[in-house]
C-alpha cells in the first residue's frame, strides 16, 4: 500500500497534468468520452506504478502512461466495436472540439482564420496516429525531442522523421483545402 | 550544406533542436538558396496555424472531480478507502480496477431526462423523486423537448389538475435543473416568456442531450 507521502507526491507532480492528459487523450482518440475514460484509467494505473517513476518532472512520465491507455482503449474498441457510433456527434467534433475562436475585427480575415482553424483540426484528425502524436506533442504541449522520444517509446532519430513527415502530410492536405475553400492565396 | 541535407533538418531548425554547428550551417544555406528559403517560410507558416488550431483544453469537471476526490488529500468516505484498498489488492487487473472506479463515480453520477411528451410529464417527475430518494447524490437535468415542454409552461397543470410549477420549484431547490429546447417553442409558436422561470432556454434540446453525454459524462434516460 502506498504511504501518505507518496500519495502526496502524487498528488504534487502528478495531478496538475490532468489538462495536458486529457488533451492528449482527445487528439489520440478522437472522442471526448473516450479520452475521459482513457485518462481515467492513466491515472489509475501511474498511481499504481508511481514507485517506480524518479525525480521532479512527471509530465512526460504521466503523458507516455495516457498514450498508453489511449492506444489500449482503441484497441480494445477495435475488438468489440461500440454497438452505437453515432457518425454524426463525431463528425461534429471533427471541427469543433469545444475551443473558443476570437474574432478579428476584420469578418473576412476572421472567416479565412476559422476556416483555417477548422481545416488545420480536420486533417491533424485525419494524420495517421503516430504523427498526429508527435505533432500534438510539439506543438500543443510544447515536449522536446527527447521528451516525444520518451513518451512515444521511439529513437530521437524518429522523433525527428515523423515530424517532419507529419509536417508535410499536413502543408499537403492544407494547402489543397484551402484552395477548395476559395480562401487560398 | 546541400538541398537535401537542408530539407532533412529543417523541422528540428524550426524546433530549435538543431545543434549550434549545424545550425550555423543551415542558416548560410538559407540565405544562399531561396527554395529552402521558402520551404522554411511555410514550415514557419504552419506551425502558426498549427498551434492556433490546437489549444491546451481543460479537463471536464466530472473527470477533473473524480480525479481530484481519488488522489487528493482532503478527508474520504469509507467507501472510497475501502474500495481503493480492493484496487490496490487487485494488481494488474485493469478492468477490475476500472469497474471498482466506476462504483465509486455513483455518489455523483448525472443523468439526462429527456421529456418529449406532456403526457408522461407527471410519471417522470414521480420517477424523479423516487431517483433522487435511492441516490440523493445524482445529478440530474430535466431536458423538454417536443411536446414535452408543456409542463413548463406558465399555469401547467396535470391530469389532476394539479399546478406543476411549485413542484418543479422543488426539485430544482434540490439540484436538478430544467431545460426547455428553444427550437421546439419557435416551431410550436410558443413566446419564451411563458417558460416558468425556474427553467432554462437551451437552444436546441437535442445537441444539449449530446452534448451532456459526450462532454459531461451523463447518462441518457428517455421518459
Not at chain 1, 496538475?16 to 492513466?42: G, I, K, N, Y
Not at chain 1, 476556416?115 to 505533432?135: K, M, N, S, T, W
Not at chain 2, 538558396?33 to 521558402?38: E, L, N, P, Y
Not at chain 2, 435511492?134 to 399546478?163: C, Q, T, Y
Amino acid at each position: 500500500m502506498l504511504d501518505e507521502l507518496e500519495r502526496a507526491r502524487f498528488e504534487r507532480l502528478v495531478l496538475p497534468h490532468m489538462d495536458a492528459a486529457f488533451s492528449l487523450a482527445r487528439w489520440l482518440t478522437r472522442d471526448a468520452a473516450q479520452a475521459q475514460d482513457a485518462v481515467q484509467e492513466a491515472y489509475l494505473r501511474a498511481f499504481r506504478f508511481f514507485g517506480t517513476f524518479r525525480g521532479e518532472d512527471a509530465r512526460p512520465w504521466i503523458l507516455g502512461v495516457v498514450r498508453n491507455a489511449c492506444y489500449r482503449l482503441l484497441e480494445r474498441e477495435r475488438a468489440e466495436p461500440a454497438a452505437q457510433f453515432d457518425e454524426q456527434a463525431h463528425g461534429e467534433e471533427a471541427v469543433a472540439p469545444g475551443t473558443v475562436v476570437r474574432f478579428p475585427l476584420d469578418p473576412e480575415a476572421a472567416a479565412i482564420a476559422r476556416a483555417e482553424r477548422e481545416l488545420v483540426q480536420r486533417y491533424l484528425r485525419a494524420l495517421p496516429p503516430e504523427y498526429r502524436e508527435a505533432l500534438v506533442l510539439r506543438e500543443l504541449h510544447g515536449c522536446s525531442y527527447r521528451e516525444i522520444a520518451q513518451i512515444a517509446d521511439i529513437p530521437l532519430g524518429t522523433v525527428m522523421s515523423r515530424l517532419a513527415r507529419g509536417r508535410r502530410l499536413l502543408q499537403r492536405a492544407l494547402a489543397a483545402g484551402l484552395e477548395e475553400r476559395g480562401t487560398g492565396t | 550544406m546541400s538541398c537535401k541535407e537542408t530539407t532533412r533538418l529543417l523541422d528540428a531548425y524550426v524546433d530549435g533542436e538543431l545543434d549550434l554547428a549545424a545550425g550555423l550551417h543551415l542558416e548560410e544555406h538559407l540565405q544562399s538558396c531561396a527554395h529552402c528559403g521558402a520551404s522554411l517560410a511555410r514550415l514557419k507558416a504552419l506551425r502558426t496555424s498549427l498551434r492556433r488550431g490546437v489549444e491546451l483544453e481543460t479537463a471536464p469537471d466530472g473527470l477533473r472531480s473524480r480525479l481530484r476526490a481519488r488522489f487528493s488529500a482532503p478527508a474520504r468516505g469509507p467507501g472510497l478507502s475501502r474500495g481503493w484498498g480492493l484496487a490496490l489488492a487487485a494488481p494488474g487487473i485493469a478492468a477490475l480496477a476500472l469497474a471498482l472506479w466506476l462504483g465509486f463515480a455513483v455518489p455523483e453520477a448525472r443523468v439526462v431526462y429527456h421529456i418529449t411528451s406532456s403526457a408522461t410529464a407527471s410519471t417522470a417527475l414521480r420517477n424523479l423523486a423516487n431517483h433522487l430518494q435511492a441516490a440523493p447524490k445524482v445529478k440530474i437535468v430535466v431536458v423538454a423537448h417536443n411536446d414535452g415542454v408543456d409542463f413548463l409552461l406558465r399555469g401547467a397543470r396535470d391530469a389532476s389538475g394539479e399546478a406543476f410549477e411549485p413542484a418543479v420549484r422543488r426539485f430544482l431547490e434540490r439540484g436538478v435543473e430544467f431545460r426547455v429546447c428553444n427550437n421546439t417553442l419557435e416551431r410550436r409558436g410558443i413566446n419564451a416568456s411563458r417558460v416558468i422561470p425556474a427553467a432554462a432556454l437551451v437552444p436546441s434540446g437535442i445537441a444539449e442531450i449530446g452534448r451532456l453525454q459526450s462532454q459531461e459524462g451523463y447518462s441518457y434516460m428517455r421518459l
